[in-house]
C-alpha cells in the first residue's frame, strides 16, 4: 500500500482505505490514553503498515524494519532512549514475527520497564512466531481480511483508466494481497499472467514457453491460478516452478 511516489490517490485517511471500518477500531486503540502495547496481525499486502502510519502519523518515534535486525543488536540503544521519552509516542517494529528469541526477551523486558509513556507495535504476518510472555503484554488487533469487490474498488480509485474487467481479474488473481492488486493496477495490469499460458502445457516445450512468458511480464502468479493450493503459496507469491510442477503433474 505504500505507493507515494506513483499514485496520487493513495489514502490519506484511515477512511480512504480498504475496509476502513475495521481499520478505524485500530485508530481508535492507538488514541486512548492509557493505550496498550499492539500486536497487528495478518498476510502480507493488506495495508497494515499504510494503517499505522495514518492512524499514528506525527506520534511515530521510530520506524525498525526488523528483517534487517533481526537480532536488535544494532538498534537497542536507539529502543532504549525512544522508549524512556515522555508523551503520547509509538514504536513501530515491522516484520516482527522475524525477532530472535532474545531480541523478543528484550523486548519484553524494555516494556515491563516503566521508564516512559512510548508505546509499542509489533506489525507481524505470524502471529506463532511472537512468544508467549510478549503476546501476555500487548492487546492482539488481527487486521481485516479483504473481499475481491473491496480490492477490486480501490483499484479502481487508485487508477480510474483500469476497467471493470482488469479490476476483476486482478481482484481474483491477488488472493486478498491489495498490495499486489493495486500496484498491477498502477501499471496497468501489465504484470499479470495469462492463465492460457499454464492451461495450455502439455510439453517440456510447453514448460520453457510458459516460463519465459512469466519472466517477461515480472509477474508473480498467485495461488488462485493453481486451483487454491495453498502447500504452494509462499511471502512473495505463488512460486512459477511449483505452478509448472503441478500443472506438469496433471497434464503429462
Known amino acids: 500500500m505504500d505507493t507515494a511516489e506513483f499514485d496520487l490517490f493513495r489514502p490519506r485517511r484511515i477512511e480512504e482505505m480498504a475496509g476502513a ?3 478505524i477500531r485500530l485508530r481508535s486503540l492507538v488514541e486512548k490514553p492509557d493505550a496498550p502495547h499492539l500486536i497487528v496481525a495478518g498476510p502480507a499486502g493488506i495495508g497494515k503498515s499504510c494503517a499505522l502510519r495514518l492512524a499514528l502519523a506525527s506520534k511515530i518515534t521510530l520506524w525498525l524494519h526488523c528483517s534487517q535486525d533481526p537480532s536488535l543488536r544494532d538498534n537497542r540503544e536507539r529502543i532504549k532512549a525512544a522508549a524512556r521519552q515522555r508523551g503520547a509516542s509509538w514504536i513501530v517494529l515491522e516484520h516482527a514475527d ?4 532474545d531480541a523478543q526477551a528484550f523486548l519484553r523486558r524494555i516494556i515491563e520497564t516503566p521508564a516512559g509513556t512510548s508505546r ?32 477490486r474498488s480501490e483499484i479502481r480509485r487508485r487508477n480510474p483508466a483500469v476497467s471493470m ?30 492463465s492460457s499460458c499454464v492451461s495450455t502445457i502439455k510439453s517440456w516445450s510447453d514448460v520453457l514457453r510458459c516460463m519465459e512468458t512469466i519472466q517477461q511480464t515480472g509477474s508473480s502468479p498467485r495461488m488462485v491460478m ?23 503433474a496433471a497434464k503429462l
Not at 126 to 147: C, G, H, K, N, Q
Not at 172 to 187: D, E, K, P, Y
Not at 227 to 235: G, I, Q, V
Open 21 to 23: 471500518s475495521d481499520w
Open 98 to 101: 522475524m525477532l530472535h528469541t
Open 120 to 151: 509499542f507495535v509489533l506489525e507481524v504476518r505470524d502471529v506463532a512466531a511472537i512468544a508467549e510472555p510478549l503476546l501476555s503484554r500487548t492487546v492482539l488487533y488481527t487486521a481485516p481480511s479483504l473481499v475481491s469487490f473491496e480490492i
Open 165 to 194: 474487467e482488469l479490476a476483476t481479474e486482478l481482484a481474483r488473481q491477488s488472493a486478498g494481497n491489495i498490495r499486489w492488486a493495486v500496484l498491477q493496477g498502477l501499471a496497468g495490469g501489465t504484470g499479470m499472467v495469462d
Open 226 to 248: 493453481m486451483d487454491s493450493a495453498p502447500a504452494w503459496e509462499r511471502p512473495g507469491g505463488a512460486c512459477p516452478w511449483a505452478l509448472v510442477a503441478r500443472s506438469l
